[in-house]
């Protein structure tokens, strides 16, 4: 029944490795979108996607490099991981791209860098 | 650049209380806001949406308000109760597409 859906929930890894984050949503949704919240839960849009069409890029390092093999997911993957790169990864979709749709939110990857 | 101010960043009050939730914008070129509630380990859900053409919503117990004009919108909790206890925040979108989530409040409300 999860709306949208997020996968691991959370992840430990060391520097360096490179991981991925999937996420899949059950709403018919067009638009879906990541966003990284950091440890001072300060929440920031990264990518949004509109039918596997990315429509929002905002400066982010291109080691995050999103992948949407259909509407009904988009990926995210994240190579030569940094100690930054700890936050709370977080996935919602959208009706379709118009601003007046509200979003429904996973409930969040913790992603912990050593 | 905009920048979202959430106040006060934490609120304590006896359950039954009406209270208010404010968020303020740097720039005023508002298109519309949401108002979202995160619980602990969770993400976010949605409680009110704020159309571009409309200037307030309600559901239940809340009200939430934007003044364009200002850059202000505020969120309004009546008989407030335990469940509420959570974390509030607003986001605004200008219609560049671009989103701004806000600091958010953390509210405990005391049975």
């Known amino acids: 029944d999860t709306a949208v859906s997020q996968t691991p929930k959370y992840l430990v890894t060391q520097m360096g490795n490179d991981k991925s984050i999937k996420c899949e949503q059950n709403l018919g949704h067009d638009t879906m979108y990541w966003y990284k919240q950091d440890s001072k839960k300060f929440l920031k849009i990264m990518f949004s996607?509109?039918?596997?069409?990315?429509?929002i890029n905002e400066t982010v390092p291109n080691r995050f490099s999103p992948k949407s093999p259909d509407k009904a997911h988009l990926n995210l993957h994240i190579n030569s991981l940094e100690l930054g790169d700890s936050a709370v990864y977080f996935c919602a979709s959208s009706q379709d791209r118009d601003l007046n749709q509200p979003q429904h939110f996973g409930d969040g990857t913790r992603l912990s860098i050593l | 650049k905009q920048e979202v101010t959430q106040i006060p960043a934490a609120l304590s009050v006896p359950e039954g209380e009406n209270l208010v939730l404010n968020c303020s914008f740097t720039d005023s070129a508002i298109y519309n806001l949401q108002w979202f509630r995160q619980d602990p380990g969770k993400g976010l859900t949605s409680l009110l949406l704020i159309q571009s053409s409309q200037r307030e919503q309600t559901s239940g117990r809340l009200n939430a308000s934007l003044d364009k004009s200002s850059g202000r919108s505020t969120l309004y909790i009546a008989a407030s109760q335990p469940g509420d206890s959570a974390t509030y925040l607003c986001a605004g979108t200008n219609t560049g597409n671009q989103f701004y989530f806000g600091t958010g409040t953390s509210l405990t409300v005391i049975p």
């Open positions: 996607y509109n039918n596997k069409e990315l429509i």
